[in-house]
């Protein structure tokens, strides 16, 4: 897989970039939205389109308990099955076995769990979550990794470190399939001279990009912000940076200030389940009583489909009967918001006037200055 | 309301007909999606007019309460709040309070209830209903009628026809908002010779349209067949006859046999969210584990969207997993199925072969001849 970075903004290290997957090309800054279950929650692939999505994410862990990477496998992979035709991302299932699974236990060769669906037991070994990816043929994979809960002594962290390298280059040898890229995944906790190092051993193995994993997972943000900028600088500028699991505005426009392409989260379409929309003023939690007679869009500024032809009024109603349509319009909206925020910092890349971009967001959407 | 009758199929009393509406015309025969809370469930109005939807029924007795009629007017009435362009029709929610509030007790003057939601105590007269009704704004109304459990004795059926003639003259007086068009419900449990009376009394009354009321709640097949024979030639035949809550093919295609017009039924869209959906052969429920693997689309033959673009075993994946996708993409099969069914009754009955139809359908879709 070929990265090209097309742009540097003057002011900061965010970059504009392009990368060419076996279902299409892909524009950094990226966010990926979610499609947990081989579908994004509430949202066909002709809607994911329509809100300027480029790339999905789907999770190993979820689709190899049900269907099944074999029964995907036979249905044509992923793509097919869901009938997404555009560029998708598998995760490795590791962080869902630490977070998810009940009664993981953990060995240099790999981790044994039981499903959180039916309690049985399963193995994930880098060899295995290769294989499961190969079946689900996303064009990026990633390989397993081992990502201890934080805070973390340094004993464990260190430990984890040796795993997830040692895995790494497991993963590498066990072979992707045909035209899929994988990527090598940095760990290392809060902590900045582990991450460095993590990402000086993962580096040296050469894949076709970069991620900073075990990151947005409950530590105070001057931490991840510190990680992200000590550590996005020194990524190989020549692949793709990603960091994942994150997908809030803040952090997406601090990654992007420091050099980072890729993004994942639940965040926007979980939201969007609960009633709360992102608008250029902030979010609103439009299952409030307050917009009970509101005639207005979710967000006065925006063009999509649920804001050219929907109020809060009748969407609020919509979320207190439970009516699906409310997901689907809330879910499309901040989905919506979300490729405009990724267009939005493309853009100002290129312009050079990331810095400036990024106040004024700040001052829109949260009210106040950007830290620093 | 003008409604013109175009063609009798020289084979039966099956009609197809035109009637305009202040929101559009309509063609009949013609299958009313149920929009209960304002919304059918899993679909976009733009979704509706794909699948060949016309108008839309929605519940006065579920919007009263939620979220209110009066909230519904200061929005610019139902049309407005929903966002559905089309005609619309609102039943009186007699109905309902009848089936689903606690503590209904019925005078002559009216029914007060308790709401299925919160307990609350409410009271609805034939003037509340058609003044909820106006405020709703729906381009059809429905007069309040009293709807007894059945089997019901004579005396009781006896009372119910006498309550809802009064309470039919009532509505009528009460009067309707600009454009509205009010039907008369004729009642009459089972019993022929009541409903031959009862329908005199009301076509006396001069309504734009009327309704066969009570029926398909639970009576034998044959009882309803033979209500629908015998009743059906004697409405008048210069108005749009609709037979409410009806929605299986096997009824809807008797009554159009014998002259009926409008039909609503939340048959389509409740199986689809079971996940079972109607096609050419019958028929299917998906979510059986004999369709994990299937790579067919829901129906070989049909070219919705649904089955352009997605298998029996996909959509079998996300009713296990309980995706919303699911039930949009097999309410989306359902209702388009529901549009071909009355698009090609209309063009069987235009053609002097509706009986042949008829008997067509019968064998594929329930692989048996027709009943007599």
């Not at 790999?110 to 037991?121: N, Q």
């Not at 639940?266 to 608008?279: F, I, Q, S, W």
Request: charged share 25%; with cysteine.
């Amino acid at each position: 897989m070929i990265y090209t970075t097309q742009h540097t903004s003057g002011d900061s290290s965010a970059r504009t970039g392009r990368f060419v997957t076996p279902h299409g090309p892909v524009e950094t800054p990226v966010f990926m939205p979610v499609g947990t279950m081989a579908t994004v929650k509430a949202m066909t692939p002709e809607n994911l389109r329509e809100v300027g999505t480029q790339i999905l994410l789907s999770n190993t862990y979820h689709l190899y308990q049900r269907p099944g990477d074999e029964l995907i496998r036979r249905a044509g992979g992923l793509h097919s099955f869901m009938n997404w035709r555009g560029p998708l991302l598998t995760d490795s299932g590791g962080f869902q076995v630490f977070s998810l699974s009940a009664r993981c236990t953990i060995d240099d060769d790999g981790v044994t769990f039981r499903s959180h669906i039916d309690g049985s037991e399963h193995r994930f070994t880098p060899e295995r979550v290769m294989e499961i990816q190969r079946n689900l043929g996303a064009d990026i994979v990633m390989p397993l990794d081992h990502c201890p809960a934080l805070p973390a002594d340094r004993e464990t962290l260190e430990a984890s470190l040796r795993r997830t390298t040692v895995w790494a280059e497991r993963c590498r040898s066990a072979g992707t399939g045909g035209g899929q890229a994988l990527f090598g995944i940095v760990q290392g906790g809060t902590d900045v001279e582990l991450r460095r190092r993590h990402l000086g051993e993962i580096a040296s193995l050469d894949f076709d990009g970069y991620a900073l994993g075990g990151l947005s997972v409950g530590e105070p943000k001057e931490d991840l912000y510190r990680v992200i900028e000590a550590t996005a600088g020194k990524m190989p500028a020549d692949r793709p940076r990603y960091i994942m699991g994150v997908g809030s505005p803040d952090i997406i426009i601090e990654a992007v200030r420091h050099g980072i392409d890729m993004f994942d989260s639940v965040y926007p379409t979980r939201m969007a389940r609960h009633g709360t929309v992102l608008t250029a003023r902030g979010t609103r939690t439009i299952r409030n009583a307050e917009y009970a007679e509101d005639q207005r869009p979710l967000d006065p500024g925006c063009d999509c489909y649920s804001c050219r032809n929907y109020t809060r009024g009748y969407i609020r109603h919509l979320i207190k009967a439970d009516e699906i349509l409310a997901y689907h319009l809330t879910t499309y909206h901040n989905l919506h918001f979300m490729g405009e925020l990724m267009a939005q910092l493309r853009r100002a890349a290129e312009q050079d006037a990331f810095m400036q971009y990024r106040r004024q967001f700040w001052r829109q959407f949260y009210g106040c200055e950007p830290p620093d």
